[in-house]
Nanobody
């Protein structure tokens, strides 16, 4: 079965950096678009960054210039480099894999989440 396992979260001070990793297994990683979502208490889950199967990145306006998404298909891993962290970046961050097969069926998988807390 498909598994997505996030790591790298933790407590960081404002202005600091963290690098999140998501290791995938049980799927052909290179066929999937990958994304990082986050959910803060009392808020909806939002897409933070995505990267296509071809390596094209996209970002929410709130993180442009601060976050970088990347993938290493040889390691079946997607990363989120987070710099210049702000209080409002505090959330549980989730890894997502997304693929639509030829018959139109959409396959989506989620990791368990990793907590990022930005606090002084």
């Amino acid at each position: 079965q498909v598994q997505l396992v996030e790591s790298g979260g933790g407590l960081v001070q404002p202005g600091g950096s963290l690098r999140l990793s998501c290791a995938a297994s049980g799927m052909i990683f290179s066929l999937y678009a990958m994304g990082w979502y986050r959910q803060a208490p009392g808020k909806e889950r939002e897409l933070v960054a995505s990267i296509s199967s071809g390596g094209r990145p996209g970002y929410a306006d709130s993180v442009k210039g601060r976050f970088t998404i990347s993938r290493d298909n040889t390691k079946n891993t997607v990363y989120l480099q987070m710099n210049s962290l702000k209080f409002e970046d505090t959330a549980v961050y989730y890894c997502n894999a997304d693929r639509t097969v030829t018959d139109g069926t959409r396959l989506r998988y989620w990791g368990q989440g990793t907590q990022v807390t930005v606090s002084s």
